[in-house]
C-alpha cells in the first residue's frame, strides 16, 4: 500500500512537472549561435551571395560587348620591297607603302550593336531571374532550419520524459517499482527515442549549415547561425486570375525567354545585314630607285635610262559573291527566332498550368494543417491522461508508449504539415514572379 501511494506521487509529480515545463526540454532553451530573422537572412542572402556577385559580371561582359559592336573594322598597313629580280636584268628596286580600309556598310554595325544590347537584356533579365530563384531557394532552407529545430525540440521532450520515467522507476535512485516487462519495454523505447533523437540533432546541424552557405560572404554569415521565427504563418487569401496575371507580367523566366527572343531576332537581321558586300580601297606610294648605267650584251655599260620615281597608288577591291547563291546563313538565325517564339509560348502556357498547381497544393496544405492541428492537442491530452492513470494503477506502461508515440507521430506531422504548407507558400511566389515579401508576416509588400 505504502509502495503503491509512493509511486503514485511520484509518478503524478512528474505528470505535473511535464506539463508545467520544468523539466530540462530542448524548447525552453535557446539555441546556441545567432538566430535571424527571415527579412534580415534575406536581405543577407541577396547582399552576400557568392554566386549572385558572379552572375553579376555577366551583364559587364555584355556591356563591354555592346562598346566592340559598335567599332569599325580596322584599316591596315602594307609595306614592301622588291629586291629579287626573276627576269634577271638589273631593274629599278622599288618600296611600296599603303594603308587599307574597309568601308562597311553602316546596317551592319547597327544589326551587331543590336545583338549586343539584347545580349545584355538577357543576362540582365537571367540576372534577375537569378536573383529570384536565389532568394526562393534561402526561404526554403529557411523554412527547413525551423522545421528540424521544431522536430528536435519534440524528439527531446519525449526523450527527456522517458529518461525521468527511468530515473524514477529504475536503476540504484528508483523510487517507485516496475516489473521486469516493462524496464525492459522502457529500455527499447529510450534505445529508439535516442536514434530519433541523434537524428534529429544531425538534421538540424546539416540545415543550419545550409544557410550559411547562401549567406556566402555577408557579415551575417558567422558559426551557430539559425532561423528564428515561427512555421505557423497565416494562410493568404490569393485570388488566382490576379496571380495568373502577376505571373505573365513578373515572371523572371518569362522575362528572360522574351529577351532570348528579341536576341534571336536581332541575330536574324544581323545575319541578312552581313550579306552586304564590302568594299576594300587601298591607298599607297611607291618609291622606285634609280640606276644610271646598265650593260649592254658585251658587258660593257653606258649611261642608263631609270631615273628615280615616286608614284601613287589607288585601288578599290569589290568581292565576289559566290557564297550568297545560298541562304543557309538567313534560314538558320531565322529557324532560331522562330523557335525562341514557340518557347516563349509554351513557357506562357505552363506559367499559367503552374500557377494554378502551386495555389491548389497551398490551399490543401492548410486543410492538412487544420486537420492535423486539432489531433495533436486530443493526442496530447490523452498522453497526459494516461500518465495520470499510470500514476495511480489504473493503466499499464504500454499505454504510455502507445499515447506518448502517438501524440509524437501527430505533432510531427503537424510540424511537416506547417513546412509543406511554408514551402507551398514559397511555390505560390515562385509560379507567379512574386519575390518582395515577407515569410514570417505571410504577407507581401
Keep these: 500500500m505504502l509502495e503503491s501511494r509512493l509511486m503514485r506521487n511520484t509518478l503524478l509529480g512528474l505528470v505535473w512537472a511535464i ?7 530542448h524548447a525552453q532553451s535557446t539555441p546556441p549561435g545567432r538566430g535571424l530573422a527571415f527579412g534580415e537572412f534575406a536581405q543577407a542572402v541577396i547582399e552576400g551571395n557568392i554566386g549572385l556577385a558572379a552572375q553579376k559580371f555577366n551583364v559587364a ?9 559598335g567599332l569599325t573594322p580596322d584599316p591596315s598597313f602594307t609595306v614592301g620591297y622588291s629586291a629579287f629580280e626573276l ?12 594603308v587599307n580600309f574597309v568601308l562597311e556598310d553602316s546596317d551592319k554595325r547597327k544589326a551587331r550593336v543590336s545583338v549586343a544590347q539584347a545580349d545584355k537584356a538577357v543576362a540582365e533579365a537571367q540576372l534577375t531571374e537569378y536573383m529570384k530563384t536565389l532568394r526562393l531557394d534561402a526561404a526554403n532552407a529557411f523554412i527547413e532550419s ?35 516487462e516493462e524496464r525492459a519495454q522502457l529500455r527499447l523505447e529510450l534505445a529508439r527515442l535516442r536514434g530519433d533523437f541523434y537524428q534529429a540533432e544531425s538534421d538540424v546541424v546539416i540545415a543550419d549549415k545550409n544557410l550559411n ?12 547561425v539559425f532561423a528564428k521565427g515561427t512555421l505557423e504563418i497565416p494562410e493568404i487569401q490569393f485570388t488566382e486570375a490576379t496571380l495568373q496575371e502577376n505571373a505573365l507580367a513578373s515572371r523572371p523566366d518569362l522575362a528572360a525567354a522574351d529577351t532570348a527572343l528579341q536576341s534571336a531576332r536581332a541575330k536574324s537581321e ?25 650593260p649592254d650584251a658585251g658587258g660593257t655599260y653606258s649611261p642608263g635610262s631609270y631615273p628615280m620615281s615616286n608614284g601613287l597608288i589607288a585601288s578599290v577591291s569589290i568581292p565576289i559573291p559566290f557564297s550568297l547563291s545560298q541562304d543557309g546563313d538567313l534560314r538558320g538565325p531565322a529557324a532560331a527566332a522562330t523557335q525562341a517564339e514557340l518557347r516563349l509560348k509554351e513557357l506562357r502556357s505552363k506559367t499559367l498550368i503552374e500557377t494554378q498547381q502551386a495555389l491548389i497544393k497551398y490551399r490543401l496544405s492548410h486543410k492538412q494543417i487544420a486537420a492535423y492541428g486539432g489531433g495533436t492537442k ?32 501527430l505533432y510531427l506531422a503537424y510540424v511537416e504539415a506547417l513546412a509543406l504548407s511554408a514551402k507551398s507558400l514559397i511555390s505560390v511566389y515562385q509560379s507567379t514572379g512574386l519575390w518582395q515579401f515577407d515569410l514570417q508576416k505571410g504577407v507581401t509588400p
Design 19 to 25: 506539463a508545467a515545463g520544468s523539466l530540462p526540454l
Design 61 to 69: 561582359v555584355a556591356d563591354a560587348a555592346i562598346a566592340v559592336a
Design 87 to 98: 627576269s634577271r636584268m638589273n631593274l629599278p628596286k622599288s618600296t611600296v607603302a599603303s
Design 146 to 180: 525551423l522545421r528540424s529545430h521544431e522536430i528536435l525540440v519534440r524528439r527531446k521532450y519525449a526523450l527527456d520524459l522517458f529518461e525521468n520515467l527511468e530515473r524514477q522507476t529504475t536503476g540504484a535512485a528508483k523510487k517507485t517499482p516496475m516489473p521486469v
Design 213 to 224: 552557405f547562401y549567406l556566402g560572404e555577408s557579415k551575417l554569415n558567422t558559426p551557430g
Design 270 to 294: 544581323l545575319a541578312r545585314a552581313n550579306r552586304k558586300l564590302d568594299v576594300g580601297i587601298t591607298l599607297g606610294v611607291t618609291h622606285t630607285q634609280p640606276i644610271w648605267s646598265i
Design 378 to 409: 486530443d493526442a496530447d491530452i490523452l498522453m497526459q491522461d494516461t500518465l495520470q492513470k499510470f500514476a495511480g494503477n489504473a493503466t499499464g506502461f504500454p499505454d504510455i508508449v502507445y499515447y506518448v508515440r502517438t501524440a509524437n507521430e
